[in-house]
């Protein structure tokens, strides 16, 4: 290799090392951007049409609440996500199985499906009230309310990836003679996890809501108490330091789970 | 060739086949009668719809025949069996998996030992090439190295007849030329029984022992052609680019004649020389 060959393959491996740093800085920056500007909008909204506070706070006055209340906001905030993880694990334990019955038999998909959907279309916010009757102001309607609103996605997205196997993975099991048992967990299962991803993705949000309305029913603590009760005092800027911390929450569990996808589906990333 | 005293390995016998749906009914193949020697190497050639898939998979027990009897190694054929191994148009490799677990797939299903399959596995993808990919994802691998895998997947377990359903119509002609060598020099180091489907002529020359020319609607064995060319063959070399080329001609003449000459011109004589090996 002569030396202006070295120093090219260099260059080149330089230029490449440096745009996958780029791109990665990319990834982290433009969100960063995106949520700057939102903030700096909301400042110069309160700024331009003069808003008083009890309306719509400033970014600084809800900063200054949440450094002031953070001991109790910390606290508030551990609950709903104990909450929201908690119901997000059972609706995951109880839809899972239901997905593998909807998927092998066409008898029961015909009976359940139905029942599911009609289910599904209930307005979960119009049970809240009803489970605080049912199970009482503990965690125990809030977890409910959790699993009831994650459960749906994640029976529908899994059912769908356990039929969708692709067809030559069905006749390759086939060949072999695999079991019904090896078909489901050598090809069937890990062939549906980037479809169950999908469903988890969807439900991890909707699993903070339903920690939220639940408690809104009924609570003495978690984010969504706070806002009622700053509601009840006319404190909005605690109310705004509570709803910026469950957005919060929301993305951090939702960035944790498509990491976790990288990690277990890997061969699905793009 | 070896002459006549080799064994039979797949026998297929009056072997019809008609899909009923509600809306159509279709006869796929109809009194198809062909003797696979042990060892052999035979190539179905036939345009699309002729039913050479059909049969492949009537064969390797995936799909029972309406009519007719088919007997891998004098047994007959129920199911899809340990001793005969499909390698289908796309690779159908598990995606979540390694090179090497791919490989070693049919030993952890058919509960192999693993330990002398691992060494078998190994050797196998030496000799197609892909040492130092073992650990290498499906997805990491170009579609040739893909298809070498599965190779390799199929003949793991050490079956005795390799079904092959077009397995090298989805890559590029270079890449397939050079598939096609290497399946000649691992079929002439590993030997088994080949039934390979494809509807490239220069391939089911280049390859078969035996070329069985399907026509379609319904599909029937048309004819049977020997090909005699010493091996390993190369398009490269003169002498076997000549008989092969002698064998394309016909392959074409065979193909497209029918086409225009009409149907009705079917059944009556040329697949009555099924049976009627010359050897």
């Known amino acids: 290799m002569t030396t202006a060959e070295t120093q090219l393959g260099t260059a080149i491996g330089g230029a490449q090392t440096r745009s996958r740093v780029g791109a990665v800085a990319l990834r982290v920056l433009l969100p960063a951007v995106t949520i700057i500007v939102l903030i700096a909008l909301w400042w110069l909204a309160t700024v331009v049409f003069d808003w008083p506070a009890y309306l719509v706070p400033t970014p600084g006055d809800v900063w200054n609440e949440m450094v002031d209340q953070r001991s109790l906001l910390a606290s508030d905030f551990k609950t709903t996500l104990f909450e ?78 356990l039929k969708s196997t692709p067809a030559e993975l069905v006749d390759l099991a086939r060949s072999l003679s695999a079991s019904s048992v090896q078909e489901f967990v050598k090809f069937r299962f890990p062939a549906a996890l980037p479809y169950v991803f999908v469903g988890l993705k969807v439900a991890i949000a909707l699993a903070v809501i339903g920690a939220v309305v639940g408690e809104f029913v009924g609570a003495t603590e978690g984010l969504g108490y706070v806002i009622i009760a700053s509601g009840q005092n006319a404190n909005t800027t605690l109310a705004f330091a509570a709803i910026v911390l469950l957005s919060v929450m929301s993305i951090v569990l939702f960035y944790a789970l498509v990491l976790l996808e990288r990690l277990v589906v890997p061969w699905s990333e793009d | ?101 791919n490989v070693m797939l049919p030993v952890e299903i058919l509960k192999l030992d693993r330990r002398t399959h691992r060494r078998r596995a190994e050797e196998l993808l030496a000799l197609t090439g892909l040492e130092g990919f073992e650990d290498r994802r499906p997805d990491e691998l170009s579609g040739g190295m893909q298809q070498r895998v599965s190779l390799c997947r199929a003949l793991v377990h050490n079956p005795s007849v390799l079904l092959m359903d077009e397995p090298f119509a989805a890559l590029d002609a270079l890449t397939r030329e050079e598939l096609s060598l290497e399946l000649q020099r691992i079929w002439s180091e590993d030997r088994k029984t080949i039934v390979f489907v494809t509807h490239s002529i220069q391939e089911a020359a280049l390859l078969a022992d035996r070329i069985a020319v399907m026509s379609p609607r319904p599909g029937r064995i048309a004819r049977l052609l020997d090909v005699t060319a010493s091996r390993p063959r190369s398009l490269g070399i003169t002498a076997h680019s000549n008989e092969l080329d002698r064998v394309s001609a016909e392959l074409h003449e065979l193909l497209f004649a029918r086409e225009t000459a009409g149907q009705a011109d079917g059944p009556a004589g040329p697949h009555r020389s099924v049976t009627t090996d010359p050897s």
Request: a positive charge.
């Open chain 2, 1 to 101: 060739m070896v002459g006549g005293l080799a064994a039979t390995a797949i026998q297929l016998s009056g072997i019809s086949h008609v899909f009923e749906s509600r809306k159509a009914r279709l006869h796929a193949l109809d009194g198809i009668d062909l003797a696979v020697r042990e060892n052999e190497f035979v190539t179905l050639v036939g345009r699309s719809g002729c039913g050479k898939s059909t049969l492949l998979r009537i064969i390797a027990g995936l799909l029972r025949p309406t009519v007719g009897d088919v007997r891998v190694s004098g047994r007959p054929v129920t199911g899809p069996r340990r001793d005969v191994a499909f390698m289908f148009q796309r690779s159908a490799l598990l995606p979540w998996r390694t090179v090497l677990q």
């Open chain 1, 84 to 161: 929201s993880l908690l119901g997000f694990g059972l609706a995951i334990a109880i839809a899972v199985p239901f997905a593998v019955v909807i998927a092998y038999s066409r008898l029961l998909e015909l009976t359940i499906y139905p029942a599911l959907v009609a289910l599904n279309a209930i307005p979960k916010i119009a049970i809240a009230p009803l489970l605080v009757i049912w199970m009482g102001f503990g965690i125990g309607p809030k977890i409910a309310m959790v699993v009831l609103i994650c459960f749906f996605p994640i029976v529908i997205s899994t059912a769908t990836g």
